[in-house]
């Protein structure tokens, strides 16, 4: 249950997920759980009570070229490298994978062109905001708050011009979370 302290008189039911992404520093994963508990309480005034069932594993974030089997979404590494959403490339992938199926379409092309461009450029980006840090993200989310929120948002996940220029560092830069195990 979720409660919100605002609001004494409203009270939302529900159950929700919570999950961190680290590249190292595993063995802090609980307390980063719990820093993340103590901001809903302190910034967003809600309070997260009812049982919490931690839980952990090692994930990879790659880009696979080819697939022998149909995966989707976080199965196939698609994961978002700058914020670690994964919803996006999930459903995408899940239509592509249905379509593929349906028309005999090659998977992997459909993903080469649907889904790499924009996990391309969440590793360019990524590789721009991580040596700055905390203020980097906090001046990115003060832009992206400004005005047009939506437009914002589909403009820095969007693939730029600049993308396919940057992402062979980033590449370097993250190979150790990029490796596709079947290809290891």
Same mark, same amino acid.
């Given at each position: ?17 919570q999950? @961190?992404? =680290?590249?190292? /520093? ?7 759980? %719990?820093?993340?508990? !103590? ?16 839980? +952990? ?16 979404? !976080?199965a196939?590494?698609?994961? /978002?490298? =700058?914020?670690?959403?994964? =919803?996006?490339?999930?459903?995408? @992938?899940?239509?592509?994978?249905? =379509?593929?199926?349906?028309?005999? $379409? %090659?998977? $992997?092309? +459909? ?10 450029? @969440?590793? @360019?980006? *990524? ?10 993200? /906090? ?16 403009r820095?996940?969007? #693939?730029?011009?600049?993308? #396919?220029?940057l992402?062979?560092? +980033? ?7 990029? *490796? /596709?195990?079947? !290809? +290891?």
């Open positions: 249950m979720i409660y919100n302290k605002n609001n004494e008189n409203h009270k939302n039911r529900g159950s929700g997920h999950r @961190s992404y =680290m590249f190292k /520093d595993y063995t802090a994963a609980h307390t980063y759980r %719990d820093n993340v508990f !103590e901001k809903f309480r302190n910034e967003l005034h809600f309070n997260v009570v009812g049982q919490r069932r931690p839980f +952990a594993g090692t994930g990879n974030i790659f880009i696979r070229n080819r697939f022998e089997t149909i995966a989707v979404g !976080e196939s590494g698609f994961q /978002d490298f =700058m914020f670690g959403f994964g =919803m996006r490339y999930a459903i995408q @992938s899940g239509y592509l994978a249905a =379509m593929s199926i349906l028309n005999g $379409s %090659d998977y $992997s092309k +459909a993903i080469q062109e649907n889904i790499h461009p924009l996990m391309k450029a @969440s590793i @360019s980006n *990524r590789l721009i905001y991580k040596p700055l840090g905390r203020y980097g993200y /906090d001046k990115l989310a003060e832009i992206i708050a400004k005005g047009r929120t939506k437009e914002n948002i589909h820095l996940y969007s #693939p730029q011009w600049w993308h #396919p220029l992402y062979p560092f +980033a590449h370097i830069v993250f190979q150790e979370n990029t *490796r /596709d195990p079947q !290809e +290891a």
